[in-house]
């Protein structure tokens, strides 16, 4: 496969790395020298990939996901920071007959996680004496906070929770690459949910699953959906 890469910072490259050592090919590399292109100018480099992997700006996404829907080429989204721009951003691709897949976090692992947060939402939903949190940490580079893992997690344990409210703190201090803690406090005792990224490789190997699956597709999916085809698949074997 011939992948489009937009960003070259920590984990752009770090994605850069994997798809080589896993036998892609990495053709254009858009960067932040090219942000006074737009969508239409943008688009004739993209053209003739199998598909575009995102992780630079959250105010580059509608521009990145419209030129990829213009140049036929389907994106793996992992920038977080564009949530309340996301139905504008579907809106481009799906009326250009694009296709993209997008989620707050592409780590197997953090995803499984949010099963497991729902899970145990759904049995502390009924006990009032407990008191839900959300802490999250990442390196002092994040621009955005809380991450979006941290607000999915949220609005996974405000659904569960019958929507009650759920305090979420943040963290920005040296190179931690992600820890996201749900805590469920009361009087007597403490339940703590963790999830402790030791590197970025599994975000990199989530996009590069997510852009293997994507190709060939039409419409706007949730990395959610790779997951629930690998878990039916693996159930069947």
């Known amino acids: 496969m011939k992948l489009a890469l937009f960003g070259r910072g920590g984990m752009g490259k770090v994605v850069a790395e994997r798809a080589r050592r896993d036998g892609f090919e990495i ?5 932040s020298g090219d942000a006074g292109l737009d969508a239409a100018a943008l688009a004739p480099r993209l053209r003739g990939h199998d598909a575009a992997i995102d992780f630079s700006r959250g105010d580059a996404v509608l521009r990145n996901a419209a030129a990829c829907a213009r140049a036929g080429v389907p994106l793996v989204e992992g920038t977080t920071g564009w949530q309340d721009r996301e139905a504008e951003v579907r809106r481009a691709v799906e009326q250009a007959g694009g296709a993209m897949i997008y989620g707050a976090n592409f780590s197997l692992g953090v995803n499984l996680f949010y099963r497991i947060v729902r899970d145990a ?5 009924g006990l009032a004496g407990y008191a839900p949190s959300i802490d999250e940490a990442h390196h002092a580079r994040k621009k955005d906070a809380p991450s979006g893992t941290a607000l999915r997690l949220r609005d996974i344990l405000r659904e569960a929770l019958g929507g009650r409210d759920v305090p ?7 190179d931690i690459p992600g820890i996201h803690r749900v805590a469920f406090d009361s009087a ?19 996009a590069l699953l ?10 706007v999916y949730l990395f959610a959906d790779v997951l629930d085809e690998l878990l039916t698949l693996e159930r069947a074997t």
Do not use: C, K, Q, Y
């Not at 053709?27 to 960067?31: D, E, F, N, R």
């Not at 939402?121 to 939903?125: D, E, H, K, R, T």
């Not at 979420?168 to 040296?174: D, F, M």
């Not at 852009?211 to 039409?218: E, K, M, N, S």
């Open 121 to 125: 939402g759904a049995l502390f939903s």
């Open 188 to 206: 007597a005792d403490r339940m703590l949910l963790v999830h402790e990224a030791r590197s970025r490789e599994g975000f990199a190997a989530g």
């Open 210 to 219: 997510a852009a293997r699956w994507i190709a060939g597709r039409r419409g």
């Open 168 to 174: 979420v703190t943040s963290t920005r201090e040296g």
């Open 27 to 31: 053709g254009a590399v858009v960067t």
